[in-house]
Nanobody
Framework: QVQLVESGGGLVQPGGSLRLSCAAS????????MAWYRQAPGKERELVAR???????TYADSVKGRFTISRDNAKNTVYLQMNRLKPEDTAVYYC?????????WGQGTQVTVSS
């Protein structure tokens, strides 16, 4: 079992920045990748960024050049640095990890971009 706890969401003006954190605990040695997804009202959950155990990153086209996923292995924490935020980035952001055979999810953190 892996537990994921997100933090760092909130209200920000367009053009602003936020950093989301996701702390992992439990059986973390089997984690193959960690990722951030988001779900806006009335829309399906979508991948925002993924970081594999080997260091490979993947980003949604809509966030490339603005968002950066990173990790601190000593803290078992993955981050999502979000810059130049847009109103269309408003969503609940979920931390995800993949252990071969199973997905784990955090509880989600709300990000609202509005003036």
């Amino acid at each position: 079992q892996v537990q994921l706890v997100e933090s760092g969401g909130g209200l920000v003006q367009p053009g602003g920045s936020l950093r989301l954190s996701c702390a992992a605990s439990g059986s973390i040695f089997g984690i193959d990748s960690m990722a951030w997804y988001r779900q806006a009202p009335g829309k399906e959950r979508e991948l925002v960024a993924r970081l594999t155990s080997s260091g490979t990153t993947t980003y949604a086209d809509s966030v490339k050049g603005r968002f950066t996923i990173s990790r601190d292995n000593a803290k078992n924490t993955v981050y999502l640095q979000m810059n130049r935020l847009k109103p269309e980035d408003t969503a609940v952001y979920y931390c995800n990890c993949w252990v071969p055979g199973r997905n784990y999810w955090g509880q989600g953190t709300q990000v609202t971009v509005s003036s």
